[in-house]
């Protein structure tokens, strides 16, 4: 990027002023210049007021004393105009030629410091040479005065105010400066200006990037006074960086003060601030230029904007394994039942509470589950489930507060969060909740009350905002009277209920039902069997069946159906019934219970080798469901 011109100021009087303007014609195009033929004091309320319609200059360019005014009273840079040797043989010479035109005498007269370079060469000048010295301007004018008087004619040698002064004297006059010391001192002043425009340039990009980051930034000076605050920061007090700017933060904001740091010198970072509606999370550290505190610097980020970030990264990582696809609407049935339990959870969803749903396995716990937190806002966060009675206390443990790397032999390197962190902002089912064991019923409870999960192994806890949906097809109640579910955390996951009545319980529904899966399963099939047909005589078998294992074995019998029916290319009445020999047992010879007896368990394990997914299947209950009726057969053993 090109750099702008250099804006140089040169104050002088008359004749170096017009010195200046003849060499300028040498720098046109790549300086931006002003001369100010007017003292120093005069010259810098003239800028002062010139400031208001144009840029300041990053230089002034003076000589002698007006040099000397500049640097002390004002914060420029300024490049003096040096008055060497040299230059001052050839204004002695330019005085001879004068003088011998009039037969005049050369007069010098200067300060102490030139007079000293002078009388440095002095001895080499076959020229005479008067020489003056005065420490004043008053007292160079009353020796000018002086000078005309006499009778000897004088040329004057001296700086532009005395050849000013000479000439008002009626005495021709040379100044000192040379062209080549006016260049060298503009060339040194657009060195100046350079590191100026360059310090400007790199401060420019510095706001940039300042203004353009979505974190609030505020520095501020050893006084706490702001320095620079960006737009992001401004915007929390409804306010704007000029008008901020100087006043002192701790004036502005109280609680975002910076008094402490300069103070101590010492940083606070991940400090959680809350202003008005807003969650800071706040950086606080001091500023330290070449060992020496300057100020401080306070960076602060919107805690939700954090949380969003670290959702999506949860989110994305968890995305495919844990979403929810079921909505409140796609569950079926018009039963009183079903409309009372849709509407009930749609009165539950936009809050945060705890969902205990009760009910039979198979009853559509989980779909409740998932339409519930389709319908809340945590809709685009994970919904992960989780089945309690499916694991080993230790690995129910493990999967759902996670592990720190290290925390037991095989434990995974760099530890693994675990499912309820993997919740976090979302929703976790805990199905079959009436089987977790007690020790895990106590830090499910902590998760509850103080938001945090503690991976095993770990000493710090992870903030953790999970809404919990429980589910049991057990009287949980009872199991707190035996002392096996702690009474606390019954009352925290009960604050909203959901009871989901058996299938048996509402025949309206089956009808329905069964049309809906017959549907669904004959859209993956080729051959094309009428599926209003199919369900009528479907429901001829069923009609008197009592549904143990509810909609899931209800669904199951549909696709065997269909797998079967398909298959023959016909529906067949006898052989529908031949492939469903459940279905025969009349309602008054079946409970569930007797479903559920030991014997019917063996017999079914003996049917397909022992193998738990047939079991279940056969046994129209799921693969939960069998889990704990053989840790029940086990434990009666
Ligand atoms: N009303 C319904 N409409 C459509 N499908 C349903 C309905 N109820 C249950 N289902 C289906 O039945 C099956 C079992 O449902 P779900 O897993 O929700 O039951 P559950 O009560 O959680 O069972 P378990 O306690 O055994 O885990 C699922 O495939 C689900 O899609």
């Not at 300069?262 to 706040?282: A, W």
């Not at 079991?615 to 009726?629: C, D, E, N, V, Y």
Request: charged share 20%; glycine share 6%.
């Amino acid at each position: 990027m090109p750099s702008r011109k250099p804006r140089i100021a040169i104050i002088a009087y008359r004749r170096l002023a017009a010195l200046a303007r003849s060499v300028l014609s040498d720098y046109s195009g790549y300086l931006d210049v002003q001369v100010l033929d007017m003292p120093a004091e005069a010259a810098f309320h003239e800028l002062s007021l010139r400031s208001s319609t144009s840029l300041p200059p990053d230089v002034l360019i003076a000589a002698s004393a007006n040099a000397r005014w500049l640097k002390a009273n004002t914060n420029y840079p300024v490049s003096i105009i040096k008055v060497t040797g040299f230059d001052l043989l050839l204004a002695i010479q330019q005085a001879q030629q004068l003088a011998l035109t009039n037969g005049a005498t050369i007069l010098l007269l200067a300060k102490h410091a030139l007079v000293s370079v002078f009388e440095s060469f002095r001895g080499l000048l076959s020229i005479p040479v008067e020489v003056v010295e005065f420490q004043d301007n008053a007292e160079a004018l009353s020796i000018l005065a002086d000078y005309r008087q006499r009778q000897k004619k004088y040329v004057v040698v001296g700086s532009s105010i005395v050849a000013d002064w000479a000439e008002q004297q009626g005495l021709p006059a040379v100044i000192i400066y040379s062209i080549d010391a006016l260049k060298r001192a503009i060339d040194e002043g657009i060195a100046l200006a350079k590191v100026t425009t360059d310090q400007e340039e790199k401060r420019g990009q510095l706001n940039q990037i300042v203004k353009g980051l979505s974190e609030g930034v505020i520095a501020v000076d050893a006084h706490e006074c702001i320095q620079t605050i960006n737009d992001a920061a401004a915007n929390l007090f409804n306010s704007s960086s000029d008008r901020l700017f100087g006043r002192k933060l701790s004036d502005v904001q109280p609680l975002l003060s910076l008094a402490e740091v300069l103070q101590s010198g010492e940083s606070q970072l991940d400090l959680v601030v809350s202003v008005g509606q807003r969650r800071l999370i706040t950086h606080r550290t001091p500023m330290i230029e070449h060992g020496q505190q300057r100020g401080a610097l306070l960076t602060f980020q919107e805690a939700s904007r954090i949380e969003q970030a670290d959702r999506t990264l949860r989110h994305q990582v968890s995305r495919k394994q844990f979403s929810a696809k079921y909505q409140l609407e796609d569950i079926v049935g018009g039963s009183p039942q079903i409309q009372h339990s849709k509407e009930l959870a749609t009165l539950y969803a936009p809050s945060d509470a705890s969902v205990l749903i009760l009910g039979e396995s198979g009853t559509g716990k989980e779909l409740f589950a998932q339409g519930i937190h389709l319908k809340s806002q945590r809709k685009s966060s994970p919904f992960v489930a989780v089945n309690c009675a499916a694991f080993p206390e230790t690995l129910l443990e493990s999967e759902l507060f996670g592990y720190e790397e290290g925390a037991f032999t095989g434990s995974r390197k760099g530890g693994k969060a675990g499912l309820i962190e993997l919740a976090h902002k979302g929703t976790i089912f805990l199905d079959e909740i009436g089987d977790m064991p007690l020790a895990l019923q106590t830090r499910l409870l902590r998760v509850l009350q103080e938001k945090e999960v503690l991976r095993l192994g770990a000493s710090e806890p992870i903030y953790v905002d999970v809404r919990v949906i429980a589910a049991t097809h057990a009287n949980l109640l009872e199991k707190v009277k035996a002392q096996t579910f702690r009474a606390d955390l019954f009352y925290r996951l009960n604050i909203l209920s959901l009871h989901l009545s058996p299938l048996r319980m509402r025949a309206g529904d089956i009808r329905q039902l069964i049309s809906h899966f017959v549907v669904q399963f004959m859209r993956r099939s080729a051959v094309y069997i009428d599926p209003n047909e199919l369900s009528k005589v479907f429901w001829s078998l069923a009609e008197h069946y009592h549904w143990p294992g509810n909609v899931r074995e209800l669904e199951n019998l549909i696709e065997r159906t269909v797998v079967y029916v398909t298959a023959l290319g016909k529906i067949d009445y006898a052989a529908m019934a031949d492939i469903l020999p459940e279905l025969r047992i009349e309602k008054s010879t079946i409970t569930p219970e007797k479903v559920d007896s030991t014997t019917s368990l063996e017999d079914a394990l003996q049917q397909t080798g022992g193998d738990l997914q047939a079991t279940a299947a056969l046994l129209g209950i799921s693969r939960t469901t069998l889990w704990r009726k053989l840790k029940l057969r086990d434990v009666g053993r």
